[in-house]
């Protein structure tokens, strides 16, 4: 963590916790918004209802929103890791529990590292192998799982590879294309061509078009998708981003899929099997495994740094 006073330090942890939460509750909200809708009249929605509010905050703060061409691009680019990963996200409610909808979302880093080596040559060394090994397993553990009573689908397990596959393709994207955009401007943007594509999308779906007020609690599932899942977690994420090491930042992704699964069993009475959880620790172990030389790296430098605070 870069260094922060006290009250700073405060700060950012209370950012981290939040984000942790939104993230590890995001899935269980998705899950719940369409219990009472149609999977994606929520999708389609959520955008419908997320795009005035991020425009709004643009005007309030002043933020500079370019429409240029390479702006354009970029925010094409971005919609993918919104619209494109969501949508297999929404298609996969169908097959899978919140808690192994988040359990997937936690393999974003393995896949963004083979994206990185067989599409941009980047470099992965032995442990990471070995690590990504571990947490293949982990999922075929959970795919075998499956059988009556139990929320797992291969099926749905493919939609999710989907979509975190295209929502890491799209993180990629975005640096390629390196437009000089705030992070603010960048997610309205990308939001905005979400909105279009879900536009796009209401003549398939309009057979399926709500005929009454859904239920308080699909309701209230749909507006924390939109509030809190993009857009306060949008700003937590780029204000750590600013404040604390990546390694640091990407240790949400194994902390939120086991309080994934706990909501998911405490409010939503899922009741995982102990194959699953299995499973689950595996892939959890795997993570770490690919994060192992970072986390180390990471705790060498702040001991360092310590150290040199200590003799100034």
């Known amino acids: 963590m870069s260094e922060q006073n006290p009250v700073s330090q405060s700060n950012i942890m209370l950012t981290y916790g939040l984000l942790v939460f939104i993230w590890a509750t995001t899935p269980l909200a998705i899950v719940w918004s369409v219990q009472d809708l149609h999977l994606m009249w929520a999708l389609v929605i959520r955008f419908f209802l997320a795009l005035p509010i991020a ?34 996200t929404y298609l996969a409610t169908n097959y899978l529990s919140s808690g192994i909808i988040a359990l997937m979302f936690g393999l974003s880093p393995i896949m963004a590292g083979l994206i990185g080596r067989f599409g941009f040559q980047q470099k992965l060394h032995r442990l990471q192998w070995f690590g990504m090994s571990v947490s293949v397993c982990g999922l075929a553990v959970i795919c075998m799982s499956s059988g009556a009573g139990q929320h797992v689908h291969p099926i749905g397990i493919a939609l999710m590879l989907m979509s975190v596959f295209t929502y890491c393709l799209s993180i990629f994207w ?15 943007g990308s939001i905005l061509v979400s909105t279009g594509v879900a536009i796009a999308l209401l003549p398939f779906i309009w057979q399926y078009a709500p005929t009454h007020i ?50 998911g069993s405490m409010l939503n009475n899922e009741k995982p099997s102990a194959m699953v959880f299995v499973g689950a620790g595996i892939l959890l172990s795997g993570l770490f495994l690919y994060f192992y030389k970072d986390f180390k790296a990471n705790r060498i430098l702040a001991e360092k740094l310590k150290h040199i605070d200590h003799q100034s």
């Open 55 to 88: 425009l709004a905050l643009l005007w309030l703060l002043k933020i500079h929103f370019p429409f240029d061409k390479v702006a354009l691009h970029s925010y094409v680019a971005g919609s993918f890791s919104l619209m494109g990963s969501q949508f297999f």
């Open 174 to 188: 975005v640096k390629k294309v390196n437009a000089t955009v705030e992070p603010m401007a960048q997610a309205t």
């Open 214 to 263: 859904p239920e308080t609690k699909s309701l209230l599932a749909l507006l924390y998708t939109v509030i809190m899942a993009s857009l306060i977690a949008m700003f937590c994420y780029f204000k750590l981003v600013q404040n604390i090491k990546a390694t640091t930042l990407s240790l949400t992704t194994v902390m939120t899929p086991m309080l994934a699964m706990l909501f």
